[in-house]
Nanobody, 128 residues
Framework: QVQLVESGGGLVQAGGSLRLSCAAS????????VGWFRQAPGKEREFVSA????????YYADSVKGRCTISRDNAKNTVELRVSSLKPEDTALYYC?????????????????????WGQGTQVTVSS
């Protein structure tokens, strides 16, 4: 089992930035990829970004590409998502998720059904 805890969400004005963090604990000895997803009220959960276990492979949704950077520190079992130039449409509950894999294959990392473990989420609210 892997436990995930997100932090760093909050209320921010449009144009601002946030740094979201995902801390993993438990059975982290196996290689795992991490993805960030978000869900706005009344909308389906959508992919935001993902990073392979090595950190060499990263993916971003078109909606955040150029405004978002994902990184990880395997020694600390943390994954960070930095989002800048925030827009009101970025308002959502942001989840991090983990899947036990060392693969960096796009279909695996973008598909929420491939993830085995999920955090409780951290709320991001962007005011206009």
């Amino acid at each position: 089992q892997v436990q995930l805890v997100e932090s760093g969400g909050g209320l921010v004005q449009a144009g601002g930035s946030l740094r979201l963090s995902c801390a993993a604990s438990g059975r982290t000895d196996s290689g795992y990829a991490v993805g960030w997803f978000r869900q706005a009220p009344g909308k389906e959960r959508e992919f935001v970004s993902a990073i392979s276990f090595s950190g060499w492979v990263v993916y971003y949704a078109d909606s955040v590409k150029g405004r978002c950077t994902i990184s990880r520190d395997n020694a600390k079992n943390t994954v960070e998502l930095r989002v800048s130039s925030l827009k009101p449409e970025d308002t959502a509950l942001y989840y991090c998720a983990a899947q036990t894999t060392t693969s960096g294959a796009r279909p695996k990392l973008l598909d929420p059904r491939q993830y085995d473990y999920w955090g409780q989420g951290t709320q991001v609210t962007v005011s206009s």
